[in-house]
């Protein structure tokens, strides 16, 4: 294979230079260097401006990784090497300031430029209503025809996840680390079904596993291949608000989903609507948003993807609370009737009241 097939050798080379550089990364961003500009920096000067001392040595190691050995790499991981010379490479990114050189993917390569797509983003520490939120947007978009793109982090980044694919909708998750790599480690199963339904991205090389600069700067990836950037919980300082900012500064619509203002975790959200962001209630909104058209979200939207008898449950509770006696038609169907509400409540369909009754989430 010549150096001159894709994925190029140069931009493979890159991606291995930014794992060499790793902490040295961390080091200049704790010290106020802004991450987008070290990005956009050439291999040499970034070498010579993070390590001085060892630059030269650094970029002969790197220089010397043969074409071959880079490309294996990715093959062995299972992975789709796509570097910015690749004509399936996203559109949307081609324009960043500092677009990654490759990007190592698994799944459904044909969501990176297919139709429209929205990125959801928030807490890590979300509550409960921020994560049935979060689902109920995945949910909407994904029965809109609307690609969900997210970070795959515990919290709202996942629960959008869990909801587009809930719908058997499409969605992208953008990794820290290396696309191989499913992290945080407890979402493995996640991981599995995006890789499965949807795909996963990442700009770090295989086997990479995360540094802390590497959130902040798969941010960029996420506001870039979303059409807008919607903010459903966020801290008054959060990794959501720099995904916001990345979305904002690339010509991007940023929404937010207003919240409770003594709480903390909508201090970030409600001033980005302070400051200028669209009001995120629903689906609707969200696909709004999205597609630029005044949408109407199917009041069954809910029940895309759903078994037949977790649909009948969850229509017998529509707009209505009733106890587990009361949906169990005979004493028979007791068990089946708790599992379905069980399964109901994971996928963030149903909740269970203080008095015991169950009821849909708005």
């Known amino acids: ?155 709202i980044d996942s629960a959008s996840h869990e909801g587009a694919l809930s719908a058997g909708g499409p969605t992208v998750a953008v990794l820290a680390g290396g696309a191989d790599v499913p992290y945080p480690a407890r979402k493995r199963r996640l991981y599995n079904d995006i890789a499965g339904l949807g795909l996963i991205v990442a700009e770090l090389p295989p086997g990479t596993r995360p540094h802390r600069w590497m959130f902040p700067a798969r941010n960029r990836i996420i506001a870039a291949l979303g059409a807008a950037t919607i903010v459903v919980e966020a801290a008054e300082r959060s990794g959501s608000l720099i995904t916001a900012e990345l979305a904002l500064e690339a010509g991007r619509d940023v929404g937010a989903v207003p919240g409770p203002v003594l709480s903390w975790r909508s201090a970030g959200t409600n001033a980005l609507l302070r400051d200028g962001a669209v009001v995120v209630r629903d689906a609707a909104d969200a696909v709004e948003l ?50 379905g509400l069980a399964e109901l409540e994971l996928r963030g369909l149903v909740r269970r009241a203080v008095d015991g009754r169950w009821g849909p989430v708005a």
């Open 1 to 155: 294979m010549s150096d001159e097939a894709l994925p190029c050798v140069a931009c493979l080379r890159r991606t291995w230079l930014l794992r060499e550089l790793s902490g040295a990364i961390e080091i200049a961003r704790n010290g106020q260097r802004r991450l987008p500009d070290l990005l956009a920096l050439p291999d040499g000067v970034l070498a010579r401006a993070l390590m001085p001392g060892r630059a030269a040595e650094i970029l002969r190691c790197v220089r010397r990784l043969d074409s071959h050995s880079l490309r294996e790499a990715y093959t062995k991981a299972g992975l789709v090497a796509i570097c910015r010379h690749d004509p399936r490479y996203p559109p949307s990114l081609r324009d960043d300031r500092a677009p990654p050189a490759v990007l190592g993917a698994r799944g459904d390569l044909g969501l990176l430029g297919r139709g429209a797509a929205i990125a959801i983003v928030g807490t890590r520490r979300c509550s409960a209503d921020g994560a049935e939120v979060a689902r109920g947007l995945g949910r909407g978009l994904a029965v809109a025809g609307v690609t969900v793109v997210s970070g795959m982090a515990l919290g």
């Open 290 to 339: 999205a597609l630029g058209v005044e949408a109407v979200v199917a009041p069954d939207a809910r029940l895309a993807g759903l078994p037949h008898e977790l649909r009948r449950l969850l229509t017998q509770l529509d707009g209505t609370h009733m106890t587990v006696d009361a949906l169990a038609r005979t004493p028979a169907d007791l068990d089946a009737v708790l599992c």
